[in-house]
C-alpha cells in the first residue's frame, strides 16, 4: 500500500481497493504533469464503455486481432502441447479466449483479473460452454507476481495477454511485466500476446476520438468514479477529452484538458488547475515488429512465430519463455 493510501486508510472507513485508489489518484494528481492511472478506467461503467469501444468503425484494433485469431487459430493450436494450462492476464471478455479454447486443447484456464466479482461471472458463463474444462480463477493484480493454482502447477503453461495492453505501459513496464509472466509461467512456457503496430497517424487518431464520442464518455468516466468513489468534486463540464498521437514516442496519448481555472476537492485535498492544463490518462504505445521482438528477447523471450493481417495492422506472436 503506498504512502498516500496508508494514511487515507486510517483517516476514512475505505476497505484496501478503495485506499489504494484514493491513494493514487492523490499523488498523481499532486504530480507536474497531472495523471491518472489508466487501470482505474474499468469500473462497470467504464468497462461497458470499452465494450462500445471495441465495435466502433474507428477502432480497429479488437476486430483486427479478431481476425487473426480465427484464420491463424490451427497455426496457434499446432505450437501449443495439449493439456496445458491457459493462463490469462486480465482477463476481460471471453471474445477472444473462447477461440484459443475452441482450437487447443486445454485442460485448464486461468483468468486472472483484479476483480473477483467480475471474474466469477466470467468464469460461470465459461463453464457452461466448456464443461471439461478446469477453470481456476484468481483474482489478483497481474502486474504484480502471484501464485498459479496448485491444480495447475504440473501442466504446461501458456500465457495470454491479448487487446494490444502491453502498449498501455511505459517500455520499462511492458519490460517489467514480460519479466514477471515469465517467472510466473516458468522456463519453458509460452505466451500468445497482441501486439498493436506503427501505421499512419490519422488512422490512430480517427481511433482515439471517435465521431461518436463513446471514448470520450469513456475518458471522462474516471472523473466520475473518483466524484462517485472518493466524494470528488470534478465538474464534468469543465474538461474535455483530446488524444494526440506523439510520434517521437511511437504512442497514442489521452488527455483531459481543463476548459477554465477550478479548483477540485478530493478527501479533503485541493488540487487548482489552470485553463488548458492536462491529466494525462493513458498511453498506447505502438510498435514495429523489430522494437517488440528486441523488448520480448530483453524480457526473457524468444519470438517463436508472429502474425498479422493483410494491412499489417496489427500482430499476435507466440512466444516462448528462455
Request: glycine residues 8%; charged residues 25%; contains cysteine.
Amino acid at each position: 500500500m503506498n504512502v498516500h493510501a496508508a494514511a487515507l486508510a486510517k483517516a476514512y472507513p475505505f476497505d484496501e481497493a478503495t485506499s489504494v485508489f484514493a491513494g493514487d489518484v492523490i499523488g498523481d494528481l499532486a504530480r507536474h504533469p497531472k495523471r491518472l492511472s489508466p487501470k482505474y478506467f474499468y469500473d462497470a461503467t467504464g468497462s461497458e464503455l470499452f465494450e462500445q469501444i471495441t465495435v466502433l468503425p474507428e477502432y480497429y484494433p479488437t476486430r483486427t486481432e479478431l481476425g487473426i485469431l480465427r484464420d491463424r487459430g490451427d497455426e496457434i493450436a499446432a505450437i501449443i502441447p495439449d493439456g496445458a494450462a491457459l493462463v490469462e492476464f486480465g482477463a476481460g471478455a471471453t471474445t477472444k479466449v473462447r477461440l484459443l479454447l475452441e482450437h487447443c486443447e486445454f485442460a485448464a484456464y486461468v483468468p486472472v483479473d483484479i476483480s473477483g466479482d467480475f471474474l466469477k461471472a466470467q468464469a460461470d458463463g465459461l463453464r457452461k460452454d466448456f464443461p471439461g474444462l478446469g477453470i481456476y480463477p484468481v483474482a489478483a493484480d497481474f502486474t504484480t507476481p502471484f501464485t498459479l493454482p496448485e491444480a495447475v502447477a504440473a501442466m504446461p503453461k501458456v500465457g495470454f495477454f491479448p487487446g494490444s495492453t502491453l502498449g498501455n505501459f511505459e517500455p520499462s513496464e511492458a519490460l517489467a511485466f514480460l519479466r514477471s509472466a515469465r517467472n510466473i509461467l516458468g522456463h519453458g512456457a509460452q505466451m500468445i500476446i497482441g501486439v498493436d503496430l506503427e501505421k499512419d497517424e490519422r488512422v490512430l487518431y480517427d481511433a482515439y476520438n471517435d465521431a461518436a464520442g463513446v471514448t470520450a464518455r469513456f475518458n471522462l468516466n474516471v472523473l466520475v468514479r473518483i466524484n462517485r468513489e472518493l466524494g470528488g468534486n470534478f465538474d464534468l463540464s469543465g474538461f474535455t477529452h483530446r488524444s494526440i498521437y506523439n510520434r517521437d514516442r511511437h504512442r497514442i496519448e489521452m488527455h483531459l484538458i481543463s476548459r477554465k481555472a477550478q479548483t477540485v476537492r478530493i478527501l479533503g485535498n485541493t488540487f487548482a488547475f489552470r485553463p488548458g492544463e492536462s491529466i494525462h490518462t493513458e498511453n498506447s504505445y505502438k510498435y514495429s515488429l523489430e522494437r517488440f521482438t528486441a523488448l520480448a528477447r530483453s524480457g526473457g523471450w524468444t519470438v517463436r512465430e508472429s502474425w498479422t493481417d493483410a494491412d499489417t495492422m496489427f500482430s499476435v506472436h507466440a512466444l516462448v519463455a528462455d
